[in-house]
């Protein structure tokens, strides 16, 4: 398919679903208005149905047009008409003017989306998208709560400024006709969503609410066949002269006709109002990203969500945010890109137009009916399951919490506790945590360097002294003291203690002094506190190494020392074990071939024949003895010094195999069946190395077989004890 026809159904697509799009959106829009200037009076009906329209046209054309995500549909929600809404009855019961409170809500929207363009611009679209789960859901239900609530005396028909406690308790109150109307418009839209069709749940819903009002005007009420000051309805709305001039005039004209508000009362539900849309839009781009299969730009989204709501609102609109149901209707309806929100507005606009007629004549109980299912269907149902699991209560608490706070306080307030509660239970679940990862002695964790026997035995217990902590996590205030007590016991009988940072997250100032009073406790028991692998950049980005050196723990009397791998941390706790129980061997300088293990039970014949074959070469500390890659063919002993063996991994790291001191050997593989070396080895020390080739062996071979086979002997007995030590450091790296 060729890009012309393919541009071409992508096109008609996006007509298509911003037309469907609209069918939803629209009534909604309409319904969010009519809620927002409803407790103003009656005659303020019809000025919120215009502002919920001209919301959905500019704001659906505008957002889609600078915003950055494909097939979403930016309309007036219930976030928005709940903030203003409320705002709205605060200002009426005070007593505040019409023209003030049109001002307030005005200014709020305006802020309000300013502050979206600057959450945008300052990259917190990622930010707003982590807020916990239990806050959006309690915040998001508490909304729904405040709109079901808001909306039943509208259903019930009982008159304005009464609350919905005393319109459910007056059932004199009562409008059959608002009951007939609302509850048939309720009913036929919860059927509607049960049973998909192509036409919209809210249209069925909205249709079936103006059919019985119609039949209720032929029957018992005709009274309701009237326009003239029909309290039912949302009344007349003219699209051309005063009524539309006035609803987008108002609000400019209050800039100098009404009182201005104070700031405290517009800035607070500004912020409200900005964080609830710019929550609601991004978890509608999330799901339209799982179900498309495509990724959303969260700040441009945040960027465009605040021009289009700064443009509805200049212009007289309600505000709102990306919705869920008219992007998801938009999407199977064949919307593609962001055109499909564009048009969205463009249909909204020629049905205001075209039907003006038939929106004049829009039930007000209809419009209830409509939000009450929305508000119901927002309160999240399935959060009563965290109730059942002493797991999950907590978090069902911070939901409920939320949620009271959202309906008897206000939403920014929730909010704020909402996010207290979820900060104070992640630290709660980090104190119940280990932060020690694994514990190990130094009789069964050892280093990497391969030891004679001798010393081996010794270290199995002088070991016993030697603790190793492997930590993980984040070490902070909450887990310090948990910390703590698990390291004192160890302290009075260790002679070193060894903590391992490989695996910890994050680090702050209570931990970082637990790690000096560990220190100066040690060095009273004259001991010493060893770190290894001190992270370069912890996720937070804080150097841990360079933070620790600030401190002054690496330094001074008292100093700790540091090692950049564990292995060399615990090679250095084994010399100082050995050299404090004598078992050091440094006094050594030189070793014969005779003092070698391999060439044990050689007669001194056949060891002066072999010593004649043997090359002996020196290597300063540092010196490459050879490199991965290079040919080999022979035996290295080491008769002083020592030699550390490294293998290149493919991203150009090193991984520490072993190290091989005064009395080892290496080279065997190379010895055995001629072959590239496999690792890197490096002198760590001034080193000496007897060289055995495999061509002057084989000469020696020939003339006395028994001396190669008690070589070959010898290098299979060291090979298997060298596996064996190999499994149990890989036993250990498993319970661990």
């Given at each position: 398919?060729?890009?012309?026809?393919?541009?071409?159904?992508?096109?008609?697509?996006?007509?298509?679903?911003?037309?469907?799009?609209?069918?939803?959106?629209?009534?909604?829009?309409?319904?969010?208005?009519?809620t927002?200037?409803?407790?103003l009076?009656?005659?303020?009906?019809?000025?919120g149905?215009?502002?919920?329209?001209?919301?959905?046209?500019?704001?659906?054309?505008?957002?889609?047009?600078?915003?950055?995500t494909?097939?979403?549909i930016?309309?007036?929600?219930?976030?928005?008409?709940?903030?203003?809404?409320?705002?709205?009855i605060?200002?009426?019961?005070?007593?505040?003017?019409?023209?003030t409170?049109?001002?307030t809500?005005?200014?709020?929207?305006?802020?309000?989306?300013?502050?979206?363009?600057?959450?945008?611009?300052?990259?917190?679209?990622?930010?707003?998208?982590y807020m916990?789960?239990?806050v959006?859901?309690?915040?998001?239900?508490?909304?729904?709560?405040?709109?079901?609530?808001?909306?039943?005396?509208?259903?019930?028909?009982?008159?304005?400024?009464?609350?919905?406690?005393a319109?459910?308790?007056?059932?004199?109150?009562?409008?059959?006709?608002?009951?007939?109307?609302?509850?048939?418009?309720?009913?036929?839209?919860?059927?509607?969503?049960?049973?998909p069709?192509?036409?919209p749940?809210?249209?069925q819903?909205l249709?079936?609410?103006?059919?019985?009002?119609?039949?209720?005007?032929?029957?018992?009420?005709?009274?309701?066949?009237?326009l003239?000051?029909?309290?039912?309805?949302?009344?007349?709305?003219?699209t051309?002269?005063?009524?539309?001039?006035?609803?987008?005039s108002g609000?400019?004209?209050?800039?100098?006709?009404a009182?201005?508000?104070?700031?405290q009362?517009?800035?607070?539900?500004?912020?409200?109002?900005?964080?609830?849309?710019?929550?609601?839009?991004?978890?509608?781009c999330?799901?339209?990203?799982?179900?498309?299969?495509?990724?959303?730009?969260?700040?441009?989204?945040?960027?465009?969500?605040?021009i289009?709501?700064?443009?509805a609102?200049?212009f007289?609109?309600?505000?709102?945010?990306?919705?869920?149901?008219a992007?998801?209707?938009?999407?199977?309806?064949?919307?593609?890109?962001?055109?499909?929100?564009?048009?969205?507005?463009?249909?909204?606009?020629?049905?205001?137009?075209?039907?003006?007629?038939?929106?004049?004549?829009?039930?007000?109980?209809?419009?209830?009916?409509?939000l009450?299912?929305i508000?119901?269907?927002?309160i999240?149902?399935?959060?009563?399951?965290?109730?059942?699991?002493?797991?999950t209560?907590?978090?069902?608490?911070?939901?409920?919490?939320?949620?009271?706070?959202?309906?008897?306080?206000?939403?920014?307030?929730?909010?704020?506790?909402?996010?207290?509660l979820?900060?104070l239970?992640?630290i709660?679940?980090?104190?119940h945590?280990?932060?020690?990862?694994?514990k190990?002695?130094?009789?069964?964790?050892?280093s990497?360097?391969?030891?004679?026997?001798a010393?081996?035995?010794?270290?199995?217990?002088?070991?016993k002294?030697?603790?190793?902590?492997e930590?993980?996590g984040?070490?902070?205030f909450?887990?310090?003291?948990?910390?703590?007590?698990?390291?004192?016991?160890e302290l009075?009988?260790?002679?070193?203690?060894?903590?391992?940072?490989?695996?910890?997250?994050?680090?702050?100032?209570?931990?970082?002094?637990?790690?000096?009073?560990?220190r100066?406790?040690?060095?009273?028991?004259?001991?010493?506190?060893?770190?290894?692998?001190?992270?370069?950049?912890?996720?937070?980005?804080?150097?841990?190494?360079n933070?620790?050196?600030?401190?002054g723990?690496t330094?001074?009397?008292?100093?700790?020392?540091?090692?950049?791998?564990?292995?060399?941390?615990?090679?250095?706790?084994?010399?100082?074990?050995l050299?404090?129980a004598?078992?050091?061997a440094?006094?050594?300088?030189d070793?014969r071939?005779?003092?070698?293990?391999?060439?044990?039970?050689?007669?001194?014949s056949?060891?002066?024949a072999l010593?004649?074959g043997?090359?002996?070469?020196?290597y300063?500390?540092?010196?490459i003895?050879?490199?991965?890659?290079?040919?080999?063919?022979?035996?290295?002993?080491?008769?002083?010094?020592?030699?550390?063996?490294?293998?290149?991994?493919?991203?150009?790291?090193?991984?520490?195999?072993?190290?091989?001191?005064r009395?080892?050997?290496f080279?065997?593989?190379?010895?055995?069946?001629?072959?590239?070396?496999?690792?890197?080895?490096?002198?760590?020390?001034?080193?000496?190395?007897?060289?055995?080739?495999?061509?002057?062996?084989?000469?020696?071979?020939?003339?006395?077989?028994?001396?190669a086979?008690?070589?070959?002997a010898?290098?299979?007995?060291?090979?298997a004890?060298?596996?064996?030590?190999?499994?149990?450091?890989?036993?250990?790296?498993?319970?661990?």
């Amino acid at each position: 398919m060729n890009s012309t026809s393919l541009s071409t159904r992508h096109l008609s697509g996006d007509m298509w679903g911003g037309f469907a799009a609209m069918l939803v959106a629209l009534p909604s829009a309409i319904a969010f208005g009519v809620t927002i200037l409803a407790p103003l009076g009656s005659h303020f009906t019809a000025q919120g149905a215009i502002a919920g329209i001209l919301g959905v046209t500019l704001l659906g054309f505008v957002a889609a047009l600078f915003g950055g995500t494909q097939r979403l549909i930016s309309a007036p929600c219930a976030p928005a008409a709940a903030v203003l809404s409320a705002l709205t009855i605060q200002m009426s019961h005070q007593g505040s003017a019409p023209s003030t409170i049109l001002l307030t809500l005005f200014l709020v929207a305006i802020i309000s989306s300013a502050i979206q363009i600057l959450f945008g611009a300052l990259r917190f679209g990622q930010l707003i998208r982590y807020m916990p789960f239990p806050v959006v859901s309690g915040y998001l239900s508490g909304v729904g709560l405040i709109i079901f609530f808001s909306q039943l005396p509208k259903l019930l028909g009982a008159p304005k400024d009464i609350e919905w406690f005393a319109a459910i308790s007056s059932p004199y109150m009562w409008q059959p006709v608002s009951l007939l109307v609302g509850c048939s418009t309720g009913a036929v839209m919860l059927i509607a969503m049960r049973f998909p069709s192509r036409v919209p749940a809210v249209i069925q819903g909205l249709a079936a609410g103006i059919v019985v009002y119609w039949l209720l005007a032929w029957s018992a009420f005709p009274a309701l066949a009237s326009l003239q000051d029909n309290p039912f309805v949302i009344g007349a709305i003219s699209t051309a002269g005063e009524g539309l001039w006035d609803s987008i005039s108002g609000p400019w004209q209050g800039l100098t006709l009404a009182t201005m508000p104070h700031l405290q009362q517009i800035l607070i539900p500004a912020l409200t109002l900005s964080v609830l849309l710019s929550i609601d839009t991004l978890k509608t781009c999330l799901i339209l990203d799982a179900v498309s299969g495509t990724r959303h730009n969260s700040n441009r989204e945040l960027i465009g969500q605040g021009i289009g709501n700064l443009t509805a609102t200049l212009f007289g609109g309600t505000p709102g945010a990306g919705t869920m149901g008219a992007s998801l209707v938009n999407k199977a309806s064949g919307g593609v890109t962001r055109l499909s929100g564009m048009f969205q507005g463009i249909w909204s606009l020629l049905a205001f137009l075209l039907l003006t007629p038939l929106i004049s004549w829009v039930p007000v109980a209809a419009l209830a009916g409509l939000l009450i299912v929305i508000g119901v269907r927002m309160i999240d149902w399935h959060s009563l399951q965290l109730a059942r699991s002493r797991a999950t209560v907590l978090d069902f608490g911070v939901i409920v919490a939320v949620v009271v706070v959202a309906k008897t306080a206000s939403l920014i307030a929730a909010s704020g506790l909402g996010v207290a509660l979820a900060i104070l239970m992640f630290i709660r679940e980090q104190i119940h945590s280990s932060t020690i990862r694994n514990k190990s002695y130094g009789n069964a964790l050892f280093s990497k360097r391969v030891r004679p026997l001798a010393e081996r035995e010794a270290l199995l217990e002088l070991g016993k002294q030697n603790v190793v902590y492997e930590l993980q996590g984040s070490l902070f205030f909450g887990t310090t003291d948990q910390l703590y007590s698990a390291i004192e016991p160890e302290l009075e009988k260790a002679r070193h203690v060894v903590l391992d940072f490989q695996r910890v997250q994050s680090i702050d100032m209570t931990a970082a002094h637990m790690i000096e009073r560990l220190r100066n406790m040690l060095y009273d028991q004259q001991g010493t506190l060893i770190l290894s692998r001190l992270p370069a950049s912890l996720p937070s980005g804080r150097d841990l190494r360079n933070y620790i050196e600030q401190l002054g723990i690496t330094s001074g009397e008292h100093a700790t020392r540091i090692f950049d791998d564990l292995s060399d941390a615990l090679e250095w706790v084994e010399d100082q074990s050995l050299q404090a129980a004598g078992v050091d061997a440094d006094h050594v300088l030189d070793m014969r071939l005779e003092q070698f293990e391999l060439f044990e039970g050689l007669q001194p014949s056949t060891l002066k024949a072999l010593q004649q074959g043997v090359q002996r070469r020196y290597y300063t500390e540092g010196e490459i003895i050879f490199s991965s890659g290079a040919p080999g063919d022979a035996l290295m002993l080491i008769a002083r010094g020592a030699v550390r063996i490294d293998l290149r991994l493919s991203n150009g790291r090193k991984s520490h195999i072993a190290t091989f001191g005064r009395g080892q050997f290496f080279g065997e593989m190379s010895f055995l069946e001629p072959h590239p070396h496999s690792a890197n080895v490096m002198a760590v020390a001034d080193t000496e190395l007897l060289i055995l080739p495999r061509s002057d062996f084989d000469v020696l071979a020939k003339s006395d077989p028994m001396m190669a086979m008690h070589l070959y002997a010898s290098l299979a007995s060291a090979m298997a004890d060298r596996l064996r030590h190999t499994n149990l450091e890989l036993r250990a790296l498993q319970e661990a």
